[in-house]
């Protein structure tokens, strides 16, 4: 039987993660906004309240929570400020691929330091050159005898400038497209150089940084699983991570949505409520109707995950669909807030430009529709494990 409704348990959780976006996050997100601060101290207490860092293992100090719990969560804190979530949930992103495909050794150390501490990790797969087209990057990671010396630059990599360690996406092979990638953790101290933070539309209290490696020794065994199989690794991390995206998506859009929905019954146009015209009814069932179908799907991406099913065609619908719907409802809410949607001082402004960027990271739309076509064209085995 398939049942939506919340365990205790998870209705527990998605209250005291909706709590923390409400009584930390809100009341600073526009201010954070304007500067670009970064929410170091949101950081700490979100690390405490283990908020962060739910998908690593209990074994490696993490709360090994399910998929499903993270798309909770996700949902809540980027309702909260998805500037400031994107910045707390970056290590799922960049543990995902030690969690999948590392040796037992390398997960201990670098797992473990996120969870002894409220430390920052980041996942480097963009370069200059190579955004979609992940295969064309340059960096390269040549091996001398038991270290791998990696040279190169990556950009647009959240929480570049504070990260502990870099999963780091690098040529082995330079002959061999996508089957000459190869993952490596990198710790900041082996020489990271951190180039420059971006200024962005939106976001802002994220940090998005350019970062370089020239001549950087790592040992050899920080190599993720085995030499020419990152572009597997990478896929498959983001085959996981998301669903978490979607529900990020899903937040902004809420949030668009309320400010909207509450907007429309206090502004007053031709002697009603705004909300009395059939227009922006219409635009407010619009949203209501498309933010509950990019839950589900982002929740069945989750909830495949947690069921150990291969989830990439579904992740690509939920992460598409919930970035596109995010757009859409941000846009009308400025809409319906008419010229004060425009104007800094009223808050849909922030979720428009925030919500942008879910239909950039983690796959472009495009790309989502590429992967949709194929495996739509092209179906791949369902059965295949979503885990090694
Ligand atoms: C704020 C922010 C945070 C980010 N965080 C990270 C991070 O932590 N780590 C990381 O590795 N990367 C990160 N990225 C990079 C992000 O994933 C890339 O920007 C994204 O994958 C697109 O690459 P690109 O910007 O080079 O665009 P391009 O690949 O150059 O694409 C340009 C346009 O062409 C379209 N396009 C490209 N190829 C095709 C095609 N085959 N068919 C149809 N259309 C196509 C795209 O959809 C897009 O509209 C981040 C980016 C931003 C802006």
Not at 99 to 121: D, I, N, Q
Not at 171 to 179: L, N, P, W
Not at 205 to 213: G, L
Request: glycine share 8%; proline share 3%.
């Amino acid at each position: 039987m398939v049942d939506f409704t919340l365990t205790d348990e998870q209705q527990a959780l998605r209250e005291m993660a909706h709590d923390f976006a409400e009584k930390e996050m809100r009341p600073v997100a526009w201010e954070y906004d304007k500067d670009g601060t970064w929410p170091q101290d949101i950081i700490e207490k979100a690390w405490e309240l283990g908020l962060m860092n739910t998908h690593i293992p209990e074994e490696y100090g993490g709360a090994g929570a399910s998929y499903f719990d993270g798309a909770l969560i996700e949902e809540e804190l980027s309702w909260g400020c998805s500037g400031i979530q994107t910045s707390l949930g970056c290590n799922g992103l960049a543990t995902a691929p030690v969690v999948y495909a590392a040796s037992e050794e390398l997960k201990k150390e670098y797992l473990g330091r996120l969870t002894e501490a409220p430390l920052l990790a980041s996942f480097c797969l963009t370069e200059p050159e190579a955004g979609s087209d992940v295969a064309s990057m340059r960096t390269t990671a040549v091996k001398q005898g038991d270290k791998y010396v990696i040279n190169g630059s990556k950009c647009f990599i959240t929480n570049g400038g504070y990260a502990n360690w870099y999963t780091v996406y690098a040529k082995t092979d330079k002959e061999a497209g996508h089957r000459g990638i190869s993952a490596f953790i990198v710790p900041r101290d082996a020489g990271v150089v951190v180039d420059k933070k971006e200024d962005k539309l939106g976001q802002r209290a994220s940090n998005t940084a350019t970062i370089s490696f020239s001549d950087v020794e790592i040992p050899a065994e920080n190599l993720i699983g085995e030499e020419n199989k990152g572009f597997k690794i990478a896929m498959a991390t983001l085959d996981r991570t998301r669903p978490g995206v979607a529900s990020m998506a899903v937040g902004i859009a809420r949030a668009a949505m309320e400010f909207a929905v509450n907007y429309s019954k206090e502004r007053v146009q031709f002697g009603v409520p705004i909300a009395m015209h059939q227009g922006i009814q219409f635009m407010i069932a619009d949203m209501a109707s498309e933010i509950e179908a990019a839950r589900l799907l982002a929740w069945k991406s989750a909830v495949m995950l947690d069921n150990g099913e291969r989830n990439t065609l579904v992740s690509s619908f939920a992460k598409r669909f919930a970035a596109d719907t995010a757009m859409k409802v941000a846009t009308d809410a400025v809409q319906v807030y008419g010229g004060y949607g425009f104007i800094k001082e009223y808050p849909v402004e922030k979720l428009f430009r925030d919500a942008k960027i879910m239909q950039l990271y983690e796959g472009t739309s495009q790309i989502q529709r590429l992967v949709i076509a194929r495996e739509t064209l092209l179906p791949r085995r369902v059965e295949e494990p979503a885990a090694v």
